[in-house]
């Protein structure tokens, strides 16, 4: 199924349409939406409750959970555990229209490491750059106020204290923290499909006008993208390995008088398994 939409429509209102024709398609009678925070505003979240379905978000965090500080509270100097989880239900809404749903909070021992060590690097070029070494780029650490260049202390001791954090928001009836966060990271499935640049793909730009010609266009592309995930996983090979390796060999058929003569580069041993494996997938088809 290809979905187009025009281009000044925001992608947090193409969601729950696309959705309702898969189901709808598929003849499914529930689904659980399972996206990126990015992907998903507030009204979102209460479209898809208002439409009777379930969903797992990544929970945006501003501040540090109250769950998260009161145990810091209660464990003075003690350094949270890896993979620790804190839950947090939460009932939000006028009593007229209610909506239960529950936070997880999960801290991690390597995300705290990669976090912290992004920052120690934002804070060394907020720095310098304070200090007039460097010129003034994007950075949130640097704090302007009129003429003056400081570094934001306050911003740099809460993103250290969010380090390590992630949340999930769901609205699923007693949800567990292994099955959000397991199903959340199941979205890496999903991020690895279009781990390609859009010009291997040739999605953009398009030039059609019409939205038949533009939805042929995207059908095509993403017919292409499931022949090349066909291909990875039936050979081993990654798509841009196949294509190297076989573009060196062709077969030449030459005419002489009534004959036809058949040249061919004779195939490696790697690229003739490979070329068999796909060979036997789709007899099998």
């Known amino acids: 199924m290809v979905h187009a939409f025009e281009g000044n429509k925001a992608e947090t209102r193409t969601m729950l349409p696309v959705v309702q ?5 598929h003849h499914l009678p529930e689904v659980t939406v399972v996206a990126d925070a990015g992907m998903m505003s507030e009204q979102n979240l209460k479209d898809l409750e208002d439409a009777g379905l379930k969903f ?12 998260v500080a009161q145990w810091q509270r209660e464990h003075p100097g003690e350094p949270i555990s890896d993979q620790q989880i804190f839950i947090q239900p939460w009932v939000m809404g006028p009593n007229a229209d209610k909506r239960k749903r529950t936070i997880f909070y999960q801290y991690r021992h390597d995300r705290a490491r990669r976090t912290l060590k992004g920052i120690d690097t934002q804070i060394a070029k907020a720095e310098k750059a ?3 070494k460097v010129a003034v780029k994007r950075n949130r650490f640097v704090q302007l106020s009129g003429g003056t260049r400081t570094v934001n202390r306050q911003l740099e001791a809460k993103t250290r204290a969010l380090a390590g954090l992630k949340g999930y928001v769901t609205n699923l009836d007693s949800p567990t923290a292994e099955f959000v966060i397991g199903a959340y990271h199941q979205l890496w499935q999903v991020e ?3 781990r390609m640049s859009k010009s291997d793909l040739r999605a953009r730009p398009i030039f059609h006008h019409k939205r038949d010609s533009i939805e042929a266009h995207l059908t095509v592309v993403f017919a292409a993208l499931a022949v090349t995930r066909w291909l990875e996983r039936t050979t081993g090979w990654s798509v841009k390995k196949l294509v190297k390796t076989l573009r060196r060999y062709h077969t030449i058929q030459i005419q002489v008088g009534d ?10 041993d790697d690229a003739l398994t490979a070329l068999t494996k796909i060979q036997t997938a789709a007899a099998a088809h």
């Not at 004959?259 to 490696?268: E, F, G, N, R, Y």
């Open 56 to 67: 797992v978000v990544g929970a945006r965090i501003p501040e540090v959970p109250y769950q």
């Open 130 to 132: 304070v200090a007039g």
């Open 192 to 194: 690895k499909s279009f």
């Open 259 to 268: 004959k036809v003569v058949t040249a061919a580069d004779p195939l490696p």
């Open 21 to 25: 024709a898969f189901m709808a398609a």
